[in-house]
């Protein structure tokens, strides 16, 4: 089963507008990671926080993470058309593992209008 | 360009056949890892390298699924006999131990359809 739930599962939005996405997880982690994906393509990793980390910033994504709701948010803000993709969280396979081997969201797609 | 390289990006194939795929990760990469998504869903872990060494398999790899890594550089995933319910999209990724914990850098994919 996915250890990450993301919600909303679809989210579309106009330019210039905020997108917020959620991930929910089961089991305790020392690290949690947002990833993009382009509709046809492979992911690229955008962010990791770790779980002694409450909140990251990189560019126009902030990220915040809760391990006592387990569950993490990801923020896009000023949002521009070429966001439009699926957003993933991941989480260790084994909840502390430093491996590679993670457990992936259903995802959210985003699609932003111009 | 020096990314994950995958071959082929598409497969289509019909049930019965063998098919393998080819990922080149990044050349300093010592750890490969190989992940399924199926349409709508999230990369789905399968199985991971470090180096030449096969270090575990998900369940979800049949015993028609093998892996190799032979130089510790390319990696194929052969799948044999194949059915409609392996058709999907094979990803490969590659990270190297030390580099934090555990960002992978991801191929485009290759896209397996069985007719």
């Known amino acids: 089963s996915q250890q990450g739930e993301e919600d909303p599962q679809a989210l579309s939005i106009q330019e210039g507008e905020n997108a917020t996405m959620n991930c929910s997880y089961k089991?305790?982690?020392?690290?949690l990671q947002w990833y993009r994906q382009n509709s046809g393509r492979g992911l690229v990793h955008l962010i990791l926080?770790?779980?002694?980390?409450r909140e990251k910033h990189s560019g126009r994504l902030r990220v915040t993470l809760d391990t006592s709701k387990k569950s993490s948010s990801l923020l896009i803000t000023a949002s521009r058309a070429a966001d439009t993709a699926s957003y993933f969280c991941?989480?260790?396979?084994?909840?502390?593992?430093?491996?590679?081997?993670?457990?992936f969201g259903q995802g959210t797609t985003l699609q932003v209008k111009p | 360009d020096t990314g994950v390289s995958q071959d082929p990006r598409h497969k289509i194939t019909k049930r019965g056949q063998n098919v393998t795929f080819r990922c080149d990760p990044i050349?300093?990469?010592?750890?490969l890892y190989w992940y399924r998504q199926t349409l709508g869903q999230g990369p789905e872990f399968l199985t991971y390298?470090?180096?030449?060494?096969?270090?575990?398999k998900s369940r979800l790899l049949s015993d028609r699924f093998s892996a190799e890594r032979p130089k510790g550089s390319f990696s194929t995933l052969e799948i044999q006999r194949t059915e409609q319910g392996d058709s999907a999209m094979y990803l490969c990724?590659?990270?190297?131990?030390?580099?934090?914990?555990?960002?992978?850098?991801f191929g485009e994919g290759s896209r397996l359809t069985v007719l």
């Open positions: 050349s300093e990469h010592n750890r």
């Open positions: 926080i770790r779980s002694n980390e």
């Open positions: 990724a590659s990270s190297l131990v030390g580099r934090g914990p555990g960002e992978l850098f």
């Open positions: 991941a989480t260790p396979l084994n909840g502390s593992g430093n491996t590679g081997k993670l457990i």
């Open positions: 089991t305790s982690i020392n690290n």
């Open positions: 390298f470090q180096n030449e060494a096969q270090l575990e």
